[in-house]
T-cell receptor, first 111, second 112 residues
Framework: GQNIDQPTEMTATEGAIVQINCTYQTSGFNGLFWYQQHAGEAPTFLSYNVLDGLEEKGRFSSFLSRSKGYSYLLLKELQMKDSASYLCAVSMNTGFQKLVFGTGTRLLVSP | EAQVTQNPRYLITVTGKKLTVTCSQNMNHEYMSWYRQDPGLGLRQIYYSMNVEVTDKGDVPEGYKVSRKEKRNFPLILESPSPNQTSLYFC???????????FGQGTRLTVV
């Protein structure tokens, strides 16, 4: 089976740094995506990690440890517009490249 | 502009009345999928398609049908909708399994 866990909700202050964790147990793991979803809107792509290590992209960074089944999304210099849900999604190779999503972490950034 | 277009955005219907939600992409992507999103359950895959005339079930296919007659279109069909299919639906396309998925704007369906 497959299991993807991430915290349901987090709060942080504008200008701060927040780390959103994601742990997974899946078979046929290929890589891990992070998506951002504002309330009532479509998810949008943030990052994709295949190899272990940290990938930095502006204020957002994503880390992957394949051996530990663990990833995190790091958001720096938080802005009010970063208030959204952050979805962790595992790409699995089951003949077809299947994408399985976690339930998402709702981040609230306060002034 | 690269996009995935779903229609309608909002739909209220009655139990048993057949409906179709359309999805179209202009990026020449081979992979297309349908998801439903429910509170506390996240995005769950309903059906996916790897190319024209190639479709398969996702995790929650019961009560849904799809077709892929053309590369750009991937409609979702509910032959006899029931209240437990009330949900937010997203269509997505990608150029491959390890490439980012582009999502449509969503269809909020209510079945009464």
């Amino acid at each position: 089976g497959q299991n993807i866990d991430q915290p349901t909700e987090m709060t942080a202050t504008e200008g701060a740094i927040v780390q959103i964790n994601c742990t997974y147990q899946t078979s046929g793991f290929n890589g891990l995506f992070w998506y951002q979803q504002h309330a009532g809107e479509a998810p949008t792509f943030l990052s994709y990690n295949v190899l272990d290590g940290l990938e930095e992209k502006g204020r957002f960074s994503s880390f992957l440890s394949r051996s530990k089944g663990y990833s995190y999304l790091l958001l720096k210099e938080l802005q009010m517009k970063d208030s959204a849900s952050y979805l962790c999604a595992v790409s699995m190779n089951t003949g077809f490249q299947k994408l399985v999503f976690g339930t998402g972490t709702r981040l609230l950034v306060s002034p | 502009e690269a996009q995935v277009t779903q229609n309608p955005r909002y739909l209220i219907t009655v139990t048993g009345k057949k409906l179709t939600v359309t999805c179209s992409q202009n990026m020449n992507h081979e992979y297309m999928s349908w998801y439903r999103q429910d509170p506390g359950l996240g995005l769950r895959q309903i059906y996916y398609s790897m190319n024209v005339e190639v479709t398969d079930k996702g995790d929650v296919p019961e009560g849904y049908k799809v077709s892929r007659k053309e590369k750009r279109n991937f409609p979702l069909i509910l032959e006899s909708p029931s209240p437990n299919q009330t949900s937010l639906y997203f269509c997505a396309s990608s150029g491959g399994g390890d490439l980012e998925a582009f999502f449509g704007q969503g269809t909020r369906l209510t079945v009464v």
